[in-house]
């Protein structure tokens, strides 16, 4: 329990899958490790798509509820506004809340936390009435919710963003400031910021998320082998084990004249971010990751919904920002500028150092604390 004494129960509704990705998941296990610490208890609600991390969130120790997979999606109904993501779903919304709910009968939940793009208020109001309060982990600010908490962690987004979306009374906790870090980056942080004082750029950390569904990661390793750099250069790439181009992956590393190694579901990205010279990866939360160890990065925009981080980190200097449809071009020109400057390494490290400073769990477990006080 925390320090006033209080112990709740944490329920997670959040999803991954191939389709979606790992992101979303992983945040929601980052903040129920913190919750756990400090002795409140958390379960996860989970759909069975393929590449749903159950295995992991077993793993870590949590009890997890998976709702059934379904061979084939069925057409979403009108009533759901978010068209964009409603496949996400898997199944048509109020279905997804008569399971959820029928999951929650089973234990009381003090806090129910949503963390998916294909729910909005009208899943949120079904659900109301068997949760103590929700919270609300977003980053698209397109609908609305029904919660006494939000949190948006994204670069660039203003509390006005979400008025009209939310409640009056509900809590908005908005900005980097309330990233959600697991400890070990705030704990590697100052041995990082220091190790950058003197630049190199020898080790590149590539990191396309957890799946990879267009297989980014080739193209990049295409995109490194036209540039300048010296074939001593090791090359650290990153991918989840769910990711379809795994195999082709591993197969070009192994034919590109720079040193270059491939790992599944790595354990101590901190780590490997604090090791690395310069880290090429996607606008999600990871973002965050490299800002708060002030590591340089080549940010590759994947998807509509990570364009507002990364044209605010690129506006901030944090981050040289390439267009997924422009990777080629766009490497092999940030590259060549880096290696002619280290100057500029060191001036787009600072600026990402002051973005994030990795003690967002923190602040929003005490937010949330807070808000079941009122």
């Not at 949190?151 to 908005?172: A, E, F, I, K, M």
């Not at 354990?267 to 708060?292: F, H, K, N, P, V």
């Amino acid at each position: 329990m925390d320090d006033l004494g209080f112990s709740f129960n944490v329920v997670f509704r959040a999803d991954a899958s191939v389709q979606i990705g790992t992101g979303h998941l992983m945040r929601c296990l980052t903040l129920a490790d913190e919750l756990t610490r400090q002795g409140h208890e958390c379960r996860f609600i989970c759909r069975k798509h393929k590449g749903h991390l159950g295995e992991l969130i077993s793993g870590k120790g949590y009890e997890l509820t998976l709702l059934p997979a379904i061979d084939s999606t069925e057409p979403e109904s009108a009533s759901n506004r978010n068209t964009t993501y409603a496949d996400w779903l898997g199944v048509p919304w109020p279905q997804d809340a008569e399971q959820t709910l029928e999951a929650l009968m089973a234990f009381k939940a003090d806090w129910l936390v949503v963390d998916h793009y294909a729910l909005d208020a009208s899943w949120e109001q079904q659900i109301a009435k068997a949760v103590g309060r929700i919270m609300v982990i977003d980053d698209l600010a397109d609908r609305n919710h029904e919660c006494a908490l939000l949190l948006d962690q994204n670069l660039g987004r203003s509390l006005s963003d979400y008025d009209g979306l939310v409640p009056q009374h509900c809590q908005r906790l908005i900005g980097p400031d309330y990233a959600l870090l697991r400890p070990e980056f705030a704990k590697l942080r100052e041995r990082s910021l220091k190790r950058r004082a003197r630049p190199e750029l020898k080790r590149i950390l590539i990191s396309l998320g957890g799946v990879d569904r267009a297989n980014v990661t080739g193209q990049v390793l295409s995109a490194l082998g036209a540039t300048a750099l010296p074939w001593s250069t090791h090359l650290d790439i990153i991918m989840g084990e769910a990711a379809p181009y795994l195999d082709e992956v591993k197969q070009q590393a192994a034919q590109l004249l720079f040193k270059a190694t491939v790992s599944v579901n790595v354990r101590d990205i901190a780590e490997r971010m604090y090791l690395a010279d310069l880290s090429i990866g996607a606008a999600g939360s990871t973002a965050w990751e490299r800002c708060c160890l002030g590591l340089p990065a080549i940010t590759v925009i994947l998807a509509d919904n990570q364009r507002l981080i990364g044209y605010a980190l690129a506006r901030s200097e944090s981050t040289f920002l390439v267009e997924n449809s422009q990777i080629a071009e766009g490497i092999v020109r940030r590259i060549s500028w880096l290696l002619e400057s280290t100057e500029e390494r060191q001036r787009y490290s600072r600026n990402a150092a002051a973005v994030c400073d990795g003690a967002g769990t923190i602040r929003t477990i005490s937010r949330l604390i807070a808000s079941s006080q009122t």
